[in-house]
């Protein structure tokens, strides 16, 4: 398989990268203006955790071994999570099928009112077979993402016939084999990249595999 990356591509690549070397003081765009809290660092960035899924409970450990994709988002947002799981599904589509066993995506729900488990067995899986949607209460999902460093809150909208909004991080956890993040991407990252990139981490969690057998 061949990606052809322009030369801006490629300089986004080195980018994201660099951003994951360098580990601490990650600073966390988000689909709004306002705060949110400071990003943890270092080793206590992330952590396992478990949430609900259609098949029932699924833990960050289930999937030691594999490079792992997180998003938060909800089914009824607008624009920018279907943006971000339409990038990943086409990314997953540039691997090749030995590649895409290693890639596990996540899509945790920042909306458990409205993303039911049976909804999300419809959402998730609409982008790419692969995706797993992940819900649970309100307070585990707050827990899961301020361990990454993310953020969410429901956003009351009157006028609208949704009733409301949630304003929510909007990015693209790569986490290797171990759960340990690796880099962010913007959610609009080309799918050349982002596979270029997975790529990448597939190799090395498989090396490392390899090597400690």
Not at 31 to 36: D, Q
Not at 44 to 69: E, N, R, W
Not at 165 to 177: K, P, S
Request: with cysteine; net charge negative.
């Amino acid at each position: 398989m061949t990606i052809n990356l322009s030369k801006l591509e490629k300089l986004a690549l080195v980018l994201v990268m660099l951003l994951a070397a360098l580990g601490a003081g990650l600073y966390l765009a988000r689909s709004s203006t306002a705060e949110a809290p400071a990003a943890p660092s270092g080793n206590g960035f992330g952590g396992d955790f478990t949430l609900q899924s259609p098949a029932g409970p699924v833990s960050l450990h289930d999937f030691k071994g594999q490079v792992v994709l997180l998003l938060f988002g909800y089914s009824s947002c607008p624009d920018v999570c279907p943006t971000g799981l339409a990038n990943v599904a086409a990314a997953l589509d540039q691997l090749d099928e030995a590649q895409r066993a290693q890639v596990q995506p996540l899509f945790i729900t920042v909306d458990p009112e409205r993303d039911t488990v049976q909804r999300l067995a419809e959402y998730a899986p609409y982008f790419h077979p692969k995706i797993i949607g992940l819900t649970g209460t309100v307070e585990q999902l707050n827990r899961v993402a301020l361990s990454f460093g993310a953020f969410f809150r429901k956003v009351e909208l009157p006028d609208s016939a949704l009733g409301y909004a949630v304003d929510h991080t909007a990015r693209i956890y790569l986490l290797d084999g171990q759960g340990t993040l690796r880099a962010l991407l913007e959610h609009n990252t080309p799918p050349p990249v982002l596979a270029i990139a997975m790529g990448e981490l597939i190799r090395e969690t498989t090396g490392a595999a390899n090597a400690g057998q």
